[in-house]
């Protein structure tokens, strides 16, 4: 599955490192690319369990979900 993510916070390559090395560890993601200048967070994974934990995942590091 793959989703776009809105993802509100995203200021800089610190913040596009954060989400991507913190989603892409967790178990079911395959590929996570953050667009800064867009703001999104573009995902590929298993299922919707997995989505729910991505999504979790951002907003525990601080930044709104769209
Ligand atoms: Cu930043």
């Not at 913190?22 to 079911?28: F, I, K, N, P, Q």
């Not at 953050?34 to 967070?41: H, M, S, T």
């Amino acid at each position: 599955m793959k989703e776009i993510i809105k993802v509100e916070g995203m200021s800089c390559n610190h913040c596009v490192n954060s989400i991507e090395s913190s989603v892409g560890e967790l178990a079911g993601v395959s590929t996570v690319k953050v667009d800064l200048g867009n703001n999104e967070v573009t995902v590929e994974f298993d299922n919707e369990n997995t989505f729910a934990q991505i999504k979790e995942t951002i907003e525990e590091q601080g930044y709104d979900i769209a």
